[in-house]
């Protein structure tokens, strides 16, 4: 039997490529679910044509917005993606963001479903270079559908699929691109590259199913179930008989022998001591708990390790032309453009923007922060609102802080944040944009942009990285840290470096090609069963149950 632990992307994009070469899989998750209040309203709100508004208000979260390490992202107003960790895994955070996830799904269940692959030049000291993660990226998107639109980037970042939904961008956000447009040999002088951004979620509507009615909840969470979550991959990969998912397991440690591995789990909810028997097990926990799982399973108590970090900061920006009534009007808040910079002035990498035009939540910030002034000024702050767009600007771990990682005797995880000395970048970054507000049509507002901790991006890895010759702390290209044969870690934990692009569709790339290029015949594996034939259906809408 071989095991897979976590249903997180990098655990179903394993699972997917192990029971598409025809192995009997068993994934092992600690499996936390959404609320069954929540899960009701969302049974009736996908039966409804016209959503009643104190149902709608029941999944929407308040969220902090004034919050020191920015507002905590909820799903339909639940806290379940970050649910009973620290309960199992005993973590002492300092100067650090770092929230792994026991759900079913795992952060995909929050996650803004942003979708950009990286590229060579962003991965130089990668012993996998992008000719041998293409084929994964199209496996990936067999199973996961994206919306995109074939345009400027794709000579940069390919698509690597033909089959996409489209979406209607925001009208902020045809503005921007109009004027990019325009601006564009400039901008192209300048280093900049932009087009539309590209989002794993399903906008059309499919038989039955709903599509997108441009309701702009998608950052509380879309009633619709559109946005791509694993956990209805889950739900999918059970068409395979070969695939079973134990819930409600959290594991330990791993012990490889001779022969076989022994996983040492609990489970989640009673917390008895349990054990799973099998001939090779593939971690995707997340980069926290699958480093510790590791340090655990090689006894490496006071040993250090490092995750690379992948450093956000948010930059609101006044454009130049503005929205009427925006408040009011239908669009999607998920990220609307992609802004590549590539200035080695500035980097050696690529720096990425991610778009954000109007949502509620900004609403709900000039409330916090101008109290009952947000009355009196309503009319000018609904002109503002217009015109208001935020960037969220994702460096290379390269140019980003780093986070220490350590086991204690007590078996608790320390983690360090050690953020970046020098704000060079951020400045020389922000210092581009103000100089090119004209091709840009907006200019940042340099008071309000805020910098994320380490692990702030959620976009980090690499404690164990992928070597072409494995050092200690250090893992083959197969994910196996050295001194295992059977043990391999398949999500972020192996990057050796983390691009500044979107972190998740390579972790599932990776993770896929990891299962794809396991070879069970030559490893021993017992038995290697027909692969049943899946259909070949995307991700539709996700089902919690
Ligand atoms: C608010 C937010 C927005 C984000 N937006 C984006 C975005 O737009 N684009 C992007 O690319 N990325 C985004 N991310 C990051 C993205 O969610 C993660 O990169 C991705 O989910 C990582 O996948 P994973 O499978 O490695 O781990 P996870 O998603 O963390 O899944 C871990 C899985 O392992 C299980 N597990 C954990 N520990 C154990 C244990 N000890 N035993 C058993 N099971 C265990 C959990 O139940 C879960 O199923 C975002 C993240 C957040 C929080
Ligand atoms: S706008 Fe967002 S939340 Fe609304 S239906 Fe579309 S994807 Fe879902």
Redesign the pocket.
């Given at each position: 039997m071989i095991y897979v632990?976590?249903?997180?992307?990098?655990?179903v994009s394993c699972a997917h490529a192990l029971l598409a070469k025809g192995y009997e899989v068993t994934l092992?998750?600690?499996?936390?679910v959404l609320d069954k209040d929540k899960q009701k309203i969302l049974a009736i709100l996908q039966k409804k044509k016209k959503w009643p508004a104190e149902l709608v208000e029941k999944i929407k979260c308040k969220l902090d917005v004034g919050a020191k390490d920015g507002p905590y992202?909820l799903s339909y107003g639940s806290d379940y993606?970050y649910r009973e960790v620290q309960d199992?895994?005993h973590l002492d955070v300092q100067g650090a963001l770092c929230?792994?996830?026991?759900?079913?799904?795992?952060?995909?269940t929050?996650?803004?479903?942003?979708?950009l692959p990286y590229i060579d030049e962003d991965i130089v000291d990668w012993p996998v270079k992008i000719k041998k993660l293409a084929p994964y990226y199209r496996k990936v998107l067999s199973f996961m559908k994206i919306a995109a639109v074939k345009d400027e980037l794709v000579q940069r970042f390919p698509l690597y699929t033909k089959k996409y939904d489209t979406f209607n961008p925001s009208e902020q956000a045809t503005l921007l691109l109009g004027h990019f447009r325009k601006h564009k040999t400039e901008l192209y002088e300048q280093g900049f590259r932009f087009g539309s951004s590209r989002l794993a979620v399903r906008f059309a509507a499919e038989e039955s199913k709903p599509g997108c009615v441009y309701c702009g909840l998608c950052l509380y969470g879309c009633p619709n179930q559109l946005i791509y979550s694993?956990a209805g991959t889950i739900d999918e990969l059970r068409k395979y008989e070969t695939f079973t998912y134990v819930p409600d397991?959290?594991?330990?440690k791993v012990v490889e022998q001779k022969e076989g591995v022994t996983i040492v789990?609990r489970s989640r909810s009673k917390k008895e001591p349990c054990e799973f028997s099998g001939s090779h097990v593939f971690i995707?926990?997340?980069?926290i708990?699958t480093t510790k799982?590791l340090l655990a399973s090689m006894n490496a108590v006071g040993k250090k390790v490092t995750l690379r970090d992948s450093q956000q900061f948010l930059v609101p920006c006044f454009a130049y032309k503005g929205v009427r009534d925006i408040v009011h009007k239908k669009l999607h808040t998920l990220?609307q453009l992609y802004v590549e910079i590539l200035d080695t002035a500035l980097d050696k990498r690529h720096i990425h923007a991610q778009v954000y035009t109007y949502n509620d939540v900004y609403d709900q910030w000039l409330k916090k922060k101008f109290g009952v002034l947000c009355k009196l000024l309503a009319i000018p702050f609904k002109f503002v609102m217009g015109h208001v767009v935020v960037l969220k600007v994702f460096l290379h771990s390269d140019s980003s802080g780093k986070i220490d990682v350590s086991l204690d005797k007590s078996g608790k995880l320390i983690v360090r944040g050690l953020p970046l000395k020098s704000k060079k970048t951020l400045r020389a970054i922000l210092w581009k944009l103000m100089c090119n507000h004209r091709l840009l049509g907006f200019f940042p507002l340099l008071p309000l942009v805020k910098s994320s901790k380490p692990g702030g991006a959620?976009?980090y890895g690499g404690s164990f990285p992928m070597r072409k010759r494995p050092g200690m702390f250090e893992s083959d290209v197969l994910g196996r840290p050295r001194g295992f044969k059977r043990v391999h870690a398949v999500?972020?934990t192996v990057l050796p470096a983390i691009a500044s692009q979107?972190?998740?569709?390579t972790?599932m790339a990776n993770a896929y090609r990891i299962g794809s290029e396991f070879d069970g015949v030559a490893a021993g594996v017992p038995e290697v069963r027909v692969a049943l034939p899946i259909e070949e259906k995307v991700q539709g809408n996700i089902y919690i149950s």
């Open positions: 632990v976590g249903s997180g992307p990098a655990g092992l998750d600690a499996g936390v992202k993606p199992h895994i929230r792994p996830s026991f759900a079913k799904g795992g952060l995909s929050v996650w803004g479903a942003a979708v694993a397991v959290v594991v330990d789990a995707g926990c997340g980069a708990p799982i990220c959620n976009h999500d972020s979107t972190i998740t569709f972790i």
